[in-house]
């Protein structure tokens, strides 16, 4: 029943074999990988416009340079990003290019960071979706946190599916997305240039403004920046690439760069022509849609895409938080499970592991989860610096030919991103102080998970020839409850098994009944021997544990190993299972954890 | 760890032997089995006015015969309750008064409505109660589901502890809301025969009414007779009072009984003197107390101990619900685990399952349980009436000593309970039918319930004295991940079983892999014959699982027994288990729930 249900969530299973046919190819890739990236734009223009509105609506036209800036951090990263796809064509990113160039700590560091963010990525960017789409419905509000989850559970099945099944689906609305701001752009620049717009809408660049600072300009510019987060999210994902893997995945992130930088300078542009200011109550997309087209279809046909892409830039994540997982689980610093491929081909663990979280974060904000976006651009320029910093080491310690220009890309990369990371703490300290804590106590969890999985492989290799300590016997303890099939069946097996002893308990709650099983035991199995016990606090466990203690003690002696037999019935059908006293489960859990003794469950199928 | 948050929360253990200590006397058990009746004068007489109220103000009159009627129902009930107490004092109320007396079926119904009846109480009566208190301080109303929730998890956690110190606890408030009322009815009465209260605030007992009908009536009436539900609390309690049992029950029955003719008559005479009218917002004692002493602190006094008896109230059914399940439980109808007592001699699952279902209740309702009140209500007059039907049956065949006054008594009851209930029917159809619904499900649940313990019973029992099939011989299949100590520790165990085949089986994931384990493995231990198995879906279970069927297969033919040997190394903390895949606690469970075969556990415990 289970299994069919899976079957029709998320498709058949694949062989193994069937894994090249998963892979993406530019077209796809560029719609599922930068789906974060290009949304973005539908909040960062109004994020520098937030800022600059504290000093004046005169102060607009600093937007442009500041845009100018942006767009000059963008043209590093993209470059510094492709030098470090070519220079590392397995992915893993910052983590893997950290880790290499920079160290151990340095690694784990942008690898925890950038974890930690893409789980942010998708609540923040289902939450921002599901806003956009209860602004359309008011009568939806009260159910944003039950939307939200729903879309989070709808893109976590469609990840299980396979990553070429999602990009089919998700492809459309991002490039319809695309589409309705290049005509939007298209359409406004037409507007523009005709003097449809009054020239007085705007302060012209350059006009002196008073109160305006380098901290506020620093902190617009940071706001602005991100817009940039997501721009990584390729540089991830290589493995997810036909092959040559490296190439496609360089021409798509020019390929995206380019229409960031488009979309972005275009709205910037727009939004300061037509002298547009944020407003609590509608953005700045919506703002300039209304303003173009007036509210007719063109304006819902661009909110509608911005819904979407908003909610599908969730899908980043999903693209790079289960790779960037493998990698660690691979280097042991994460639990084993998530190197594991699921029934589609995808790192499911990691997938699932994603969706749950980040369920849990919109529930935890309950779906406001603004709060966290300051948190979540942070966490993106702390990977941009070290992986930059890390290229920077790497050009100087193996110098390859033309050295030099790939040192000066990556140091501008490097620089910039280290400024925009030193902004974002220093003007936005309140939101963003809990990175030092989170960040140390999440390197601090992965060593100790190394540790482990390290003492765990040295106590298990088989390094000396010294043989085990030899079983010279067995004792066999079978706890029955009474004179039934069961209790028949596992004292049969128990004799076929030729052991030293065995030894049935019965663990009686009243002196009466101790008294009357001992007597039909004697007539029923007159050749095993009975132990009755009597448990004062009516817990089968604690003498039942007391008893074996003793036995085992016994047979540690000589060499004799202790087994604990449970006769147990399995019912026909599952649900009769919470009919019967799971006593014999409980049994078997307590005693593998806590007592050195082999435990075996010998089942007896009803049949009815 | 957790047994000691165990032993903060609920107490030391008792021993079985300590049961008689647990016993309450008179006050106390008058205390905690009657805070469901008496909370419901707190809203019993509002519900005849807000139904007189749909005439006009005129008709609040009506209000003294129909508190006159609800008292010879309360009459008739208390002594109904009176002859079933001393005719079945091993207790179980309505289920076994129904049950033996009518046949299966009407048990079931009676016991059935009695069980989700005492589900109802609680939610809807510490929702009551966290309503009372959050309109004192409006700043927690948003966290009306939170504060009940914690309620009953107290409640909850106070009967896991027991029930002579839950009523120690319990019984200030019931007694201070009496003091309270008695104060109040007090007063008010001083007031009015002193004359300080106006006469023209009502209308004279009499004054015809225009549009008044019969069902009006009956419809207020019933809705008065709500006060009544609870009364039933003792006669299902019995055994949880002090020898001489049933004469204890009796005499808190009739202490029950006065103590809520007085408070209903007292309030219902003083809100009609008044002339209270019932308002959305304010409760007609609050309007009262208001009336009486101005809103000083006998105001906030009787304000406080109200809302304790609604939450309180809920403690009626901690007390009933699990002496009810555990006769239900002995009789086969529901699980056996209801049957248990815990560490402190209660019933430990019952209570638990009840907190539960009525927090899940509060959740689905948001808080708002009151539209489940009229359901409630219904579901308590179903197995009154049951109940005194099968009183009146009892005494026609049996005939003892004086038993045409018996059967009189019981033949009152039985018809106003009869009455009242299809009055609820008739006037409230749209909030009760679904009773008619899942009644008949309950009962049908209860018998499958039955139908399948007794098949297992008989699946069981020895009853022929054929041997079982003997066990010739025995294979074992050892699945292993690697070359380890403890797949080692397991191969040892295995040879010492003397078994006549041992069976290493190893599944790979890649054929290269296939190749070169299979080589070590000749090198390691040459005496073990090793399977390789190829998966091509990385899964481990299914390739195994058909392995094991076709070893199982040729077993079979000659008798033999197939055992699964499954190494499992356990790590020292717990939480490392998560780093681990579970993939042996899978094959364990699906092997032994699958397939015939032994699952044996090794376990290689860890020492870092």
Known sequence: ??????????????????????????????????????????????????????????????SIPIAVGVLFLLLALILSYRQIIYAYPHGG??????????????????????????ILTVAVSVSAGTDAITSAFPALHEHNVLIASVLVVFITLLNLRGITESASILAYPVYLFVLALFILIGVGLYHTFTGHVPADLHTPVGTPVAGISLFLLLRAFASGSSA????????????????????????????????????FSGIVYLAYYYGITPKEEETVVSQLAAETFGRNFMYYFIQGTTAMILVLAANTGYSAFPLLAYNLAKDKYIA??????????????????????????????????????????????????????????KWIREKPKGWQVKLTINAIGALISFLVMMTFFITKFPQVWSVLIFLPLLVFLFHRIKKHYEAVGDQLRITTCEPAVPIEGNVIIVPVAGITHVVENSLNYAKSL???????????????DERIFEEKWKKWQPDVRLVTLHSYYRSIIHPLTKFIDTVQHKAEESNYKVTVLIPQFIPKKSWHNILHNQSSLLIRAFLLYRRDVIVTTVPYHLKQ
């Open 1 to 62: 029943m289970l299994s069919s249900v899976k079957r029709f969530l998320i498709g058949r299973p694949l062989k193994s074999t069937e894994l090249g046919e998963q892979k993406l190819n530019k077209t796809k890739a560029l719609a599922i990988l930068s789906s974060d990236a290009l949304s973005s734009v539908a909040y960062g223009p109004e994020q520098i416009l937030i800022v600059l509105i504290t000093v004046s609506a005169a102060a607009f036209w600093y």
């Open 93 to 118: 990113g910052a983590y893997v290019v950290s880790k290499q160039n920079l160290g151990e700590n340095p690694g784990l560091i942008a690898g925890g960071s950038l974890l930690v963010d893409y």
């Open 228 to 263: 940039l987060t997501g721009v990584e999210a390729i540089s991830n994902a290589i493995p997810n690439f036909k092959s040559p893997a490296p190439k496609n995945a360089a021409a798509t992130l020019i390929a995206m760069g380019l229409l960031l930088a488009i979309l």
């Open 336 to 393: 084993r499970m998530f190197t594991m491929r699921g029934d589609r081909l995808g790192y499911s663990n990691g997938i699932i592991f994603l969706g749950i979280t980040s369920i849990l974060l919109i529930i935890a904000f309950r779906g406001q989860t603004e709060q966290l976006i300051p948190l979540y651009a942070v966490g993106v320029f702390i990977p941009f610096t070290l992986s930059q910093t890390g290229m920077l080491v």
């Open 498 to 512: 030729s052991a030293d002893q065995i030894i049935a308990v019965y663990i009686a709650f009243e002196r009466e």
